[in-house]
């Protein structure tokens, strides 16, 4: 079936520092959505692209989507304490089922 | 504030029991889900509905069943628990778009576990 990977699996940076998450397929992603999940929280929908080759920001959070909608990348500029946690990307398989990157774990040293 | 509540933040069973996780929606979406989440493992799909009376098994149905009554309500019921169901439980629910997908909106989650 569809899969998508995350690499890294864990990325530690100092504060200030940027990080970069990349979420992949075999398979032409008809849309990615990007949830953030801190410890001991749960998931939250941060974003959704659509469009090949789209590029959309929130402040210091950078999303795209690549060329041939087959991978995607979350950019964050100048990382602070509080973007620490569990990065997931997802994709639409079929009717209303999703799945789920495995997730990239964030931590940030002060 | 939009919602998906779940009923208990924190639950132990005995092996056998029969459990049920509820989780109720206030934004009136049509599709509701239950994930199960598992270090190493992510999230995984166990049943989802897009309609009352309606449901779908996700990619690890067994040992589960669900029943949606009201739009709102989604229960996942484990009808044996067992000790390799320990783990956190997430309802998740979101709009139907013709053509699209809205985000989910996740609950706090369930943190089960079975002894």
């Known amino acids: 079936g569809q899969q998508v990977m995350q690499i890294p699996q864990y990325q530690h940076v100092q504060e200030g520092e940027d990080f970069t998450t990349y979420c992949n397929s075999s398979t032409t992603l008809s849309n990615i959505q990007w949830y953030k999940q801190r410890p001991g929280g749960h998931p939250v929908f941060l974003i959704q692209l659509v469009k090949s080759g789209e590029v959309k920001k929130q402040k210091r959070l950078t999303f795209q989507f690549g060329e041939a909608k087959k991978n995607s990348s979350l950019h964050i500029t100048a990382t602070q304490t509080t973007d620490v946690g569990t990065y997931f990307c997802?994709?639409?398989?079929?009717?209303?089922?999703?799945?789920f990157g495995p997730g990239t774990s964030l931590s940030v040293i002060p | 504030d939009v919602k998906v509540t779940q009923s208990s933040r924190y639950l132990v069973k005995r092996t056998g029991e029969k459990v049920f996780l509820e989780c109720v929606q206030d934004?009136?979406?049509?599709?509701m889900f239950w994930y199960r989440q598992d270090p190493g493992l992510g999230l995984r799909l166990i049943y989802f509905?897009?309609?009352?009376?309606?449901?779908e098994k996700g990619d690890i149905p067994e040992g589960y069943s669900v029943s949606r009554e009201k739009k709102e309500r989604f229960s996942l019921i484990l009808e044996s628990a067992s000790t390799n169901q320990t783990s956190m439980y997430l309802c998740a629910s979101n709009s139907r778009l013709v053509g699209g997908w809205y985000g989910y909106t996740f609950g706090s989650g369930t943190r089960l576990t079975v002894v």
């Open positions: 509905s897009y309609d009352v009376k309606m449901k």
């Open positions: 934004m009136d979406h049509e599709n």
């Open positions: 997802a994709s639409k398989t079929s009717y209303d089922k999703v799945i």
